[in-house]
């Protein structure tokens, strides 16, 4: 059964930076992708970010090029998201997910099929 635990949310004003993590267990990853997605209040949720896990190619929204990096340790099969120049609108729950249909758009929630429970991270301005 795999398990996805994220952490490392919090408050931050806006230009500041946070890192997220987000631990997998259960199961080998080799050969997928893991993505991380954003739900604000009242919005549907939206990718953020996608890493795959054997070769780390990577894929970002447009609206956090540049100022947020995927990464991952195979290792210690952790996901992590470093955010930096954070903005007000960057608000949300960050659930990360692992990708289980694996010919589809790295893009599209409905092609993960495990998920986290989410941490809050909130920007002030």
Do not use: H
Request: charged share 20%.
């Amino acid at each position: 059964q795999v398990q996805l635990v994220e952490s490392g949310g919090g408050l931050v004003q806006a230009g500041g930076s946070l890192r997220l993590s987000c631990a997998a267990s259960g199961r080998t990853f080799s050969g997928y992708v893991m993505g991380w997605f954003r739900q604000a209040p009242g919005k549907e949720r939206e990718f953020v970010a996608a890493i795959s896990w054997s070769g780390g190619t990577t894929n970002y929204a447009d609206s956090v090029k540049g100022r947020f990096t995927i990464s991952r340790d195979t290792a210690k099969k952790t996901v992590y998201l470093q955010m930096n120049n954070l903005k007000p609108e960057d608000t949300a729950v960050y659930p990360c997910a692992v990708k289980t249909i694996t010919s589809r758009s790295n893009r599209d929630s409905r092609n993960y099929g495990y998920w986290g429970q989410g941490t809050q991270v909130t920007v002030s301005s």
